[in-house]
T-cell receptor, first 113, second 112 residues
Framework: EAQVTQNPRYLITVTGKKLTVTCSQN?????MSWYRQDPGLGLRQIYY???????DKGDVPEGYKVSRKEKRNFPLILESPSPNQTSLYFC????????????FGPGTRLTVT | GESVGLHLPTLSVQEGDNSIINCAYS??????FIWYKQESGKGPQFIID?????DKRQGQRVTVLLNKTVKHLSLQIAATQPGDSAVYFC???????????FGKGTLLTVNP
């Protein structure tokens, strides 16, 4: 089954404790992206990657890091989480070239206390 | 900055009625638009898309209309069913980095 998977699905952590949210896709997509979803603000892009070893900032990159060492994986790293990073996070992927949909993962609910 | 917005944050319809969800966009350079459905606890799910060189596209029970003159996008759902209850987002794509800009969403509630 073609899908985007994320782990963990739920995470409660404390301020300053480094964490990583993993994202993997099995569709051989070149493009991957991370979004956060907050009430009243909708979905906002954090980082994206056009291909392996190619990443760039989205609209709200502060406090986040990403890496793209393999085509299928695109982890989101919070080096020192803060309460304002409490949010619902989605990973997405798509093919490059032309108008094609993005496929979204099931989401990761992060709470930083 | 430019953004995608929605006219109605909530929409309540009776089962069997047709639903229309509207979206206004402000970036005239956007060349691709998508409607997503998001059910509680799930990620956005693709419904239908349309390119800027089209003004209408039909899927199964859904139709998307694009009016570039007034920068307006709409999603029509025919014979709305309880399973259609969800938040619906429009999104626009601009430029070569495939970035999607999302609207805030409309909550559709279907009453049996």
């Amino acid at each position: 089954e073609a899908q985007v998977t994320q782990n963990p699905r739920y995470l409660i952590t404390v301020t300053g404790k480094k964490l990583t949210v993993t994202c993997s896709q099995n569709m051989n997509h070149e493009y991957m992206s991370w979004y956060r979803q907050d009430p009243g603000l909708g979905l906002r892009q954090i980082y994206y990657s056009m291909n392996v070893e190619v990443t760039d900032k989205g609209d709200v990159p502060e406090g986040y890091k990403v890496s793209r060492k393999e085509k299928r994986n695109f982890p989101l790293i919070l080096e020192s989480p803060s309460p304002n990073q409490t949010s619902l996070y989605f990973c997405a992927s798509r093919v490059t070239g032309g108008a094609y949909e993005q496929y979204f993962g099931p989401g990761t609910r992060l709470t930083v206390t | 900055g430019e953004s995608v917005g929605l006219h109605l944050p909530t929409l309540s319809v009776q089962e069997g009625d047709n639903s229309i969800i509207n979206c206004a966009y402000s970036n005239s350079a956007s060349d691709y638009f998508i409607w997503y459905k998001q059910e509680s606890g799930k990620g956005p799910q693709f419904i239908i898309d349309i390119r800027s060189n089209m003004d209408k596209r039909q899927g199964q029970r859904v139709t998307v209309l694009l009016n570039k003159t007034v920068k307006h996008l709409s999603l029509q759902i025919a014979a709305t069913q309880p399973g259609d209850s969800a938040v619906y987002f429009c999104a626009e794509m601009t430029g070569s980095n495939y970035k999607l800009t999302f609207g805030k969403g409309t909550l559709l509630t279907v009453n049996p």
